[in-house]
Structures are given as structure tokens and as C-alpha cells.
């Protein structure tokens, strides 16, 4: 696959809501783990995988987010 294919497809995840990233990246671990089957899965093969996701994100914003949906549970 071309790097500009690869843009492409993260140009698309980006403005997919952040359950449906979440959604898309499990599905792709599924698919991972059942072409591995036979075959250990290294935890740190995903190093740096994330790292994308977390760049534009205000990470102290981010926790307060999620700390004023906790209150509201």
C-alpha cells in the first residue's frame, strides 16, 4: 500500500468519532490475532502505534473530560 493510500485511510479515521476509532482498532487486533494464531503476539509491536492519536489531543482537557463524565455516571 502507497504512503499516500495510508494518509488517506488516517485522513478518514480522524473524523470518525473516538468510539469508532476505537471500534476500528479492535476490529484490525481481531483480524491480527486470527492471521497469528499459531504464532505469539509481542505487546511491543504496537510501540508507537497510538502515538498519532494523542499528538493533537489536549491531554489536560482530555482527562477533565473524562474525569466530568465519571461524576456523571
Same mark, same amino acid.
Given at each position: 500500500?502507497? *504512503?499516500?493510500?495510508?494518509?488517506?485511510?488516517? @485522513?478518514?479515521?480522524? *473524523?470518525?468519532?473516538?468510539? @469508532?476509532?476505537?471500534?476500528?482498532?479492535?476490529?484490525?487486533?481481531?483480524?491480527? %490475532? *486470527?492471521?497469528?494464531?499459531?504464532?505469539?503476539?509481542?505487546?511491543r509491536?504496537?510501540?508507537?502505534?497510538?502515538?498519532? %492519536? !494523542? *499528538?493533537?489531543?489536549?491531554?489536560?482537557?482530555? %482527562?477533565?473530560?473524562?474525569?466530568?463524565? !465519571?461524576?456523571?455516571?
Amino acid at each position: 500500500m502507497s *504512503s499516500s493510500a495510508v494518509k488517506k485511510i488516517n @485522513e478518514e479515521i480522524e *473524523s470518525l468519532p473516538e468510539h @469508532e476509532q476505537l471500534t476500528l482498532v479492535n476490529m484490525i487486533i481481531e483480524r491480527l %490475532i *486470527s492471521r497469528k494464531e499459531n504464532k505469539n503476539l509481542d505487546i511491543r509491536d504496537l510501540k508507537n502505534m497510538g502515538k498519532g %492519536i !494523542w *499528538s493533537k489531543e489536549n491531554i489536560k482537557g482530555y %482527562i477533565n473530560k473524562e474525569r466530568d463524565q !465519571w461524576e456523571n455516571l
